[in-house]
C-alpha cells in the first residue's frame, strides 16, 4: 500500500513544499533576475510577530552569536526581497512565519557547542533541532515544522541536478547572497544597505569562512565539503559584493 505525505495542498504552497528545480541558474532562466528588483528599506519590509516566531526569535538571540544572528536576519530581509520581486505567485502564498522560522534556526547546528554536539554535518544537526523545537517543544504545524527541517537540512545542497522545495531554494538563494555575493543583482542596492545598516555584518566572512573551516577540521566527512573545502570558505572571505559593509559595527 503507497503512503501520501501529511499536508493539504494548501499546506503545501503555504509552507514552500513546492518542488523547484535546485538549479539557481534554471529558477532564475539564467539570467541576474527575472524581474528588476525593486528598492525597499529594510523598515518597509515586514517580520511576523505570531508567537512561534516571537518564541524562535528569542531562541535564537539567546544561542547564537551577534555575527550569526544579523546574519539570519539580513537573510530573511533579502529573502523577502527576492520572494516578493522574483517570484510573486509564491509570495501571495508562503507563510512569512514559515520562512522566518527558517532564517532564524538555518545556521542553528554552528554553534560552538551544536558544532561538538553530534558527529551529524551541521545542517543536518541544525534540521534536526529545529523539528524538536518546532513540532515537540513549540507544537507548530507539521507541515511547517517539517518544511523548515528540510529546507534547512538542504540549504547548501546547492548543484544542477533534481529539484528542493521552494523554501529550500530561497534560503539558498537568500544565504549565497549574503555569504558570496552570487546573484549580485537580485537584490536592489537601496534594499543591500538598508538591511546591512539595520543588521550589520561585524566581520561576517572572516567569521563564517572560520566556522566552515572549524566543521571542517572536526569532522572531515561535513557535507559542507562538498563545495569544495577550500572553495566555499575562500569564497565566503572574498566576498567582493559584501566586502563595503563588512566591517560595518565593528
Known amino acids: 500500500m503507497s503512503s501520501t505525505p ?6 503545501i504552497a503555504q509552507h514552500g513544499w513546492t518542488a523547484v528545480p535546485v538549479d539557481a541558474n534554471a529558477i532564475l532562466n539564467g539570467k541576474p533576475y ?22 524562535v526569535q528569542e531562541y535564537a538571540k539567546e544561542h547564537l552569536i551577534e555575527q550569526t544572528y544579523n546574519h539570519s536576519m539580513r537573510v530573511y530581509h533579502w529573502g523577502y526581497a527576492i520572494l516578493k520581486d ?15 522560522l527558517t ?20 545542517e543536518f544537526y541544525g534540521g534536526i533541532l529545529a523539528l524538536n523545537l518546532l513540532s515537540h517543544d513549540l507544537k507548530a504545524p507539521q ?4 518544511a523548515v527541517a528540510e529546507a534547512i537540512i538542504r ?24 555569504n558570496m555575493g552570487i546573484n549580485p543583482q537580485i537584490v ?33 566527512w561535513a557535507h559542507t565539503t562538498h563545495l569544495g573545502e577550500e572553495d566555499f570558505p575562500g569564497g565566503v572571505e ?4 559584501m566586502k563595503p559593509y563588512d566591517r560595518w559595527g565593528l
Open 143 to 146: 507541515a511547517q515544522a517539517e
Open 6 to 11: 501529511a499536508g493539504t495542498a494548501d499546506e
Open 238 to 241: 572574498n566576498n567582493e559584493l
Open 34 to 55: 527575472i524581474h528588476k528588483p525593486t528598492p525597499i528599506a529594510q523598515k518597509d519590509i515586514p517580520f511576523p510577530s505570531d508567537p512561534v516566531v516571537v518564541k
Open 188 to 220: 536592489d542596492v537601496v534594499t543591500r544597505e538598508s538591511v546591512n545598516e539595520r543588521f550589520p555584518r561585524k566581520g561576517w566572512s572572516g567569521c563564517f569562512a572560520k566556522t566552515i573551516r572549524e566543521e571542517n577540521a572536526l569532522k572531515p
Open 86 to 100: 522574483q517570484f510573486p505567485d509564491e509570495f501571495r502564498r508562503l507563510s512569512l512565519s514559515t520562512w522566518a
Open 103 to 122: 532564517c532564524l534556526l538555518h545556521d542553528i547546528g554552528t554553534t560552538h557547542t551544536n558544532l561538538r554536539a553530534t558527529l551529524l554535518s551541521f
Open 155 to 178: 540549504h547548501q545542497d546547492l548543484g544542477t541536478v533534481g529539484t528542493i522545495t521552494f523554501l529550500g531554494q530561497l534560503v539558498q538563494l537568500a544565504t549565497v547572497y549574503d
